[in-house]
């Protein structure tokens, strides 16, 4: 028996009482949440999240720390989340070992699902009147598979389903929180939003040239550090640069200011929900 399959199998006799693979199966998916999820004891004011993702990693998908962020602290808030992605391929499949591309290619939604612990559904069912709040995490999946960003730039498109949800969620004054590259898909869908993805200069923001790209697209840019965010009173928009930092002296040790600022993004889009 497969030297990985054998121990999961022992396991989840003990665990769960079946030895049979499909069995096992069955059980699992027990543990799979429910297309929503919240930790709520009060109904009465709930907000309920939309989140998009965009695949599972951050050279050709969804940043997964990214990700992890804005449940939690949406979670810990008392958020109803539903999670949401676009059944579509991705732009090309990274090996995260390599930084090189690979073969199969891979499905966004099906990929997603890895992130969401199985509790996705396609970004077609996404409708803004079932929602208070939008958000987006980054990852390269934003700039590569909800739009082109990555291969065009300022002269990039966003995925018409993406771009019809941002428009439905922006035109109904409802608030929406990006990270990372992710508010370049604001900055192309709302004309003269305010946003942030860092600073334009310096060693510690290898990204920083997203800055003028924005500013050529029509969108203002406004500097912040990896610990705040920028809220646009007027478009009901928050952003926060989060791994458009980089510190190569820290790696791992800086992650905490990635998650402290979109704690702080998510914080100040539930504040407009009320």
């Not at 059980?27 to 907000?47: A, C, D, E, H």
């Not at 428009?167 to 590259?181: L, Q, R, V």
Request: proline letters at 5%; a neutral charge; one cysteine or more.
């Amino acid at each position: 028996m497969n030297k990985i399959i054998a121990p999961f199998l022992y396991e989840s006799k003990r665990v769960f009482g079946v030895s049979p693979l499909s069995q096992t199966v069955k059980s699992l998916q027990l543990l799979i949440p429910s297309k929503s999820f919240s930790t709520s004891r009060n109904n009465y004011n709930m907000v309920k999240a939309a989140v998009i993702l965009h695949g599972s990693g951050v050279y050709d998908g969804t940043e997964v720390h990214e990700a992890s962020a804005c449940l939690v602290h949406l979670s810990r808030a008392g958020s109803e989340v539903s999670i949401f992605a676009p059944n579509i391929d991705q732009m090309h499949t990274i090996d995260h070992t390599k930084g090189a591309p690979m073969e199969p290619n891979r499905n966004v939604l099906t990929e997603s699902a890895r992130v969401a612990r199985g509790a996705v559904s396609s970004l077609s069912d996404l409708k803004a009147s079932d929602f208070d709040l939008l958000v987006i995490p980054g990852g390269f999946g934003a700039a590569k598979n909800l739009s082109d960003w990555a291969v065009k730039g300022p002269d990039s498109t966003v995925n018409e389903e993406v771009a019809k949800v941002i428009k439905d969620f922006h035109g109904t004054k409802k608030p929406i929180a990006m990270c990372c590259i992710s508010p370049v898909l604001a900055a192309k869908v709302i004309p003269g939003c305010e946003v942030t993805v860092g600073q334009s200069s310096g060693d510690l923001w290898p990204y920083a040239e997203t800055c003028q790209g924005i500013e050529k697209v029509g969108a203002k840019h406004v500097e912040k550090s990896v610990t705040e965010c920028h809220v646009d009173e007027a478009n009901k928009l928050v952003t926060t640069p989060a791994f458009m930092y980089h510190d190569p002296s820290q790696g791992w040790h800086s992650v905490h200011l990635i998650f402290d600022g979109v704690g702080k993004m998510i914080s100040a889009a539930l504040a407009m929900c009320k």
